[in-house]
């Protein structure tokens, strides 16, 4: 396992590195590889001082004030919605669960979204109150879903997803509807409803990154317990887990880290069921693995799409969440028709 | 080892389980038979701590169960489901390890040279170490209970449930499974409950049964004192010839078919 983890988690970096200096790269003015590698040593404390610049303080400025930070908050909203994807399917144990198709993402959308409305942002708690916020509706969303969809206390695939949807339409709407109320702010919102990571400087970084840490270090050291849960809650219980008490903390932890990126980044769908998935079908089912080697997959799939999103129509920008879905709906699609095609198989 | 005093289990307005009372000493392999409905799965469930009786205690090692750590009571007590494992991918040997879970600490580590050790005597105890790496999903059914086995071997426990551990299996495989459990128990000294369906498997096997109806207690002893083809009738409503095992005098139960003319 350790060694899978070792392999993986190598070309997994190696991905990453390649994936940043493109991502950096690549925009109104180009900059060749070399030169951000340089001005990113540069910056190292100890490395830096054994560069000399020999680049024009324009691509510096580019680098450190524009791109990097973009590119950086991409990884970090990535890594914590896939992390967080991961946990919900492991803990519902249900494929088809994300941040987005449970509808927190939505709930934590709407929280922000009033904040702003009303202007308070940074009131109460200074940066925390939004992603606070936002982690309080997104909760109060998920619980409201679980219980719209609970039966018989099981929760069956199909009333989740259906009960995800229609949370994730009612709470669109009412942020809709502010965006309508609104005037000055309508562009902030709107971000909110189809996610952004333009113009949003190191702060925004800065706030995401405890969240995304601790919350990937607390879902990492609950694989095994997830592993176990695949197994049955039955099976768990009598294997010697707690299971009401890993449940709960595993949803609280993926709802907190949603929460997070939402309210740096907006409602971003499908992250977290794509690429979970994607590892799953690389490593296998041992979440051990799936769950660091997603906030790998996740940061590059999130930087990747934010490419596209501002250099495919450049200077228009596309909104993150659209590019997102343009990936991430046909692969819902697909998960379904291919579980409907496990079941044929299973009624033979 | 584990006592059982006046419990009853209700689930609603339905009462399933009427003052039960009985004793279970170490080293002991009972059968808990009885037809469909009798309260034998939910008198398992109330025996492993996930469901709590409405009345009565149940004890374990001198301790009432609630007071258990779920850990604590997973190093003494295992249980293998009727529906054993889940299709899922993950290889043999892996899921067999999962059975350690009680005895790891938070990151997943204990003294690995005696868990290795255990593993590998599992492993091939159970005939399990050319499918070491194969997932689960594509054994057979016979193939997934041994490695539902396995998990609760690697538990480590002193006391296992089984509720009707061989309904899946063939006879084969039937024989097998409980050939392993018997040698196990032998082993290790181990305590043994079985829910079993078939009673001719039962009396070869089980050295005690408890024999359920309607949620009461109706016989207990070993099966040359119980099985009899009044009580047979009584409880399961079916007429039987008992005979005797000709290997080691055990009773053998022989169905009879209804004579037409008493049926009305």
């Known amino acids: 396992m350790r060694s899978k983890l070792a392999g993986y988690g190598i070309i997994g970096l190696a991905l990453l590195a390649m994936t940043l200096l493109i991502c950096i790269g690549v925009g109104s003015v180009y900059l060749p590889a070399g030169e951000i590698m340089a001005i990113l040593l540069h910056h190292i404390p100890w490395i830096g001082d054994f560069i000399t610049p020999d680049w024009s303080t324009a691509s510096e400025q580019i680098v450190m004030k524009v791109r990097l930070p973009r590119v950086l908050l991409g990884l970090l909203v990535g890594a914590s919605l896939a992390v967080a994807g991961a946990a919900f399917q492991g803990v519902l144990r249900n494929p088809l669960s994300d941040p987005f198709t449970l509808g927190v993402s939505s709930g934590s959308a709407l929280g922000a979204a009033v904040l702003i409305f009303l202007g308070w942002q940074y009131s109460w708690i200074g940066v925390f109150t939004l992603p606070a916020v936002a982690f309080v509706t997104g909760s109060l969303t998920l619980w409201i879903v679980m219980w719209l969809a609970r039966e018989n206390g099981k929760i069956p695939i199909e009333n989740l997803i259906l009960s995800g949807v229609v949370m994730q339409s009612f709470l669109g709407a009412v942020v809709s509807f502010l965006t309508a109320m609104s005037k000055k702010t309508v562009n902030e919102i709107l971000y909110w409803t189809m996610g952004s990571l333009s113009l949003r400087g190191w702060s925004y970084t800065a706030i995401l990154l405890p969240y995304m840490a601790l919350g990937l270090i607390f879902l990492w050291s609950r694989a095994r317990t997830l592993n176990l849960l695949a197994l049955g809650e039955r099976q768990a219980v009598h294997t010697g887990l707690n299971v009401e008490f890993t449940k709960l903390s595993v949803l609280f932890v993926a709802t907190l880290l949603t929460a997070a990126a939402v309210s740096v980044s907006g409602v971003i769908g499908f992250v977290g069921l794509v690429v979970p998935h994607i590892i799953r079908l690389i490593t296998g089912p041992d979440y051990r693995l799936i769950i660091p080697l997603s906030a790998l997959g996740g940061g590059i799939f999130m930087m990747w799409s934010d490419l596209a999103a501002r250099s495919l129509l450049a200077p228009i920008e596309i909104p993150l969440g659209i590019v997102t879905a343009f990936v991430g709906a046909p692969f819902f699609a697909y998960l379904l028709y291919r579980k409907k095609r496990e079941r044929e198989v299973e009624m033979r | ?264």
């Open chain 2, 1 to 264: 080892m584990i006592e059982v005093h006046h419990i009853d289990k209700s689930y609603g307005s339905l009462t399933v389980l009427k003052d039960i009372n009985w004793q279970v000493r170490r080293g002991q392999f009972w059968g808990v038979i009885g037809p469909n409905g009798s309260g034998k799965s939910t008198l398992i469930s109330l025996l492993s701590g996930v469901e709590k009786p409405n009345r009565g205690q149940i004890k374990l090692g001198g301790r009432r169960i609630s007071e258990y750590k779920r850990k604590e009571l997973s190093r003494k007590l295992a249980v293998l489901q009727q529906d054993g494992l889940p299709p899922v991918a993950y290889p043999v040997r892996e899921v067999i390890e999962m059975g350690r879970f009680p005895f790891q600490n938070w990151r997943g580590r204990e003294n690995s040279e005696a868990a290795r050790q255990l593993m590998d005597e599992i492993m091939a105890k159970l005939e399990l170490n050319e499918l070491a790496s194969r997932p689960l999903h594509v054994l057979s059914g016979g193939q997934r209970q041994r490695v539902a086995l396995g998990k609760v071997m690697a538990q480590q426990p002193e006391i296992v449930l089984l509720d009707e551990p061989t309904t899946y299996l063939d006879i084969r495989h039937q024989v097998q499974f409980m050939e392993l459990v018997a040698g196990w128990q032998r082993e290790a000294g181990l305590t043994v409950i079985s829910v079993m369906h078939d009673l001719n498997l039962a009396a070869l096997y089980c050295d005690q049964l408890l024999v359920l109806h309607q949620g009461r207690v109706v016989a207990e002893g070993t099966p040359e004192q119980i099985i009899n083809s009044e009580m047979i009738e009584s409880v399961f409503h079916v007429k039987s010839h008992i005979v005797t095992h000709p290997d080691q005098g055990e009773p053998q139960l022989l169905l009879r078919k209804t004579d037409r003319a008493n049926v009305k």
